[in-house]
């Protein structure tokens, strides 16, 4: 397995919020069945989505919890040319209250809107549990990965206490890091999430995922990198922010 492989199969699951989700269909034994559903990663790197009792997909997972996520780059022009993951694993509904509170903490920060469909309705919160991957960085560029996640250094109340931090007291430097990457300025962004690699921004209903120019292992690590971020006139790595 390429390392670098792994790290952009990683990067990538990081970078999108959205994918389709495929079960092994109920009503159409034999038959996959794909549907669109957002995520954002727990504390170890795996994929959470929150997903209606009545909904068919949950139907599927509660018969057979074996199921893919694929993911792809946002707004390609040639999907052939661009990274996509295959994310294989098995679905598991979480339980306890412990577990449900915290991902509902993250998962209402990266799409506050389903705080409200999540209390009115039968919603419930799903993690998948990766087994492997398949990787596709372009043509020719093909690869099966056993590890793609990693585990979030600062998840919890470190990386709650850094974000809370930001918005209310740095707004124009997260305004600037906006700028300086080049994403949309319509609205306000909202830092929503760090990890160990980077960080997500919510502009609008959108989640955006802006790589650190060195991997952070400590909050002063990140304090360091987001101050030279905020003072840079160009991305320090050189390369496209959302790598």
Excluded at 13 to 35: C, D, Q
Excluded at 105 to 119: I, K, L, M, Q
Excluded at 212 to 235: K, Y
Aim: contains cysteine; charged residues 20%; hydrophobic residues 40%.
């Amino acid at each position: 397995m390429s390392v670098k492989a792994a790290k952009h199969a990683r990067e990538l699951l990081l970078k999108e919020y959205r994918g389709v989700l495929s079960t092994h269909s109920k009503a159409m034994p034999g038959f996959p069945f794909g549907s669109v559903v957002p995520y954002c990663l727990d504390e170890l790197g795996r994929p959470l989505i929150l997903i209606s009792r009545i909904a068919q997909h949950t139907h599927n997972l509660q018969k057979d919890p074996k199921c893919s996520l694929l993911v792809g780059e946002r707004g390609a022009e040639d999907v052939q040319a661009v990274g996509r993951l295959t994310l294989l694993g098995e679905a598991v509904k979480l339980h306890d209250t412990t577990q449900i509170a915290a991902a509902a903490e993250r998962y209402y920060r990266y799409f506050p809107e389903s705080h409200d469909y999540h209390s009115a309705h039968d919603f419930d919160f799903w993690r998948l549990e990766p087994v492997r991957a398949r990787y596709i960085g372009g043509f020719g560029a093909i690869h099966w990965i056993d590890q793609v996640t990693l585990a979030n250094p600062f998840a919890g109340e470190g990386e709650r206490g850094m974000i809370e931090h930001m918005n209310a007291d740095h707004a124009s430097a997260i305004a600037h890091y906006v700028e300086l990457s080049g994403l949309p300025q319509h609205e306000p962004a909202q830092l929503v999430g760090i990890d160990s690699e980077g960080f997500h921004l919510r502009i609008g209903k959108s989640v955006h995922w802006l790589a650190f120019p060195t991997s952070c292992n400590s909050a002063g690590a990140v304090r360091q990198a987001l101050v030279l971020l905020a003072r840079a006139e160009i991305w320090p790595s050189g390369e496209t922010p959302e790598a």
